[in-house]
């Protein structure tokens, strides 16, 4: 069975969505244990970069206050490739 390119270009953005995904729950569980530790919502957390990159490892120290759950899965991101975080409000 051979892939044509479409269907490599279908493969790897299901792949890209998927790896934003477990970033983006990572991250939410980051921030939920930080909280339930009563961590200082002002000093830095490390986050995991949501750029969809299967291969990546950055982490994005951000204050914990700036982590939004209800922003879109790869909305963190370490080298500007989805967009960077949030400043804290």
Same mark, same amino acid.
């Given at each position: 069975?051979? /892939?044509?390119?479409? =269907?490599?270009?279908? @493969?790897?953005?299901?792949?890209?969505?998927?790896?934003?995904?477990?970033?983006?729950y990572v991250n939410e569980s980051v921030s939920r244990t930080a909280r339930e530790a009563g961590a200082n919502e002002l000093? %830095?957390?490390?986050?995991?970069?949501?750029?969809?990159? /299967? +291969?990546?490892?950055?982490?994005?120290?951000? %204050? /914990? @206050?700036?982590?939004?759950?209800? +922003? %879109?899965?790869? +909305?963190? =991101?370490?080298?500007?490739?989805?967009?960077?975080? %949030?400043? @804290? @409000?």
């Amino acid at each position: 069975m051979s /892939l044509t390119a479409d =269907s490599m270009s279908i @493969a790897d953005q299901i792949a890209r969505d998927g790896g934003r995904q477990v970033r983006r729950y990572v991250n939410e569980s980051v921030s939920r244990t930080a909280r339930e530790a009563g961590a200082n919502e002002l000093e %830095p957390c490390d986050f995991v970069c949501e750029c969809g990159s /299967l +291969s990546c490892t950055e982490v994005v120290r951000m %204050p /914990l @206050a700036s982590f939004d759950e209800s +922003s %879109p899965p790869g +909305s963190i =991101s370490g080298h500007g490739k989805e967009g960077f975080p %949030p400043t @804290a @409000a």
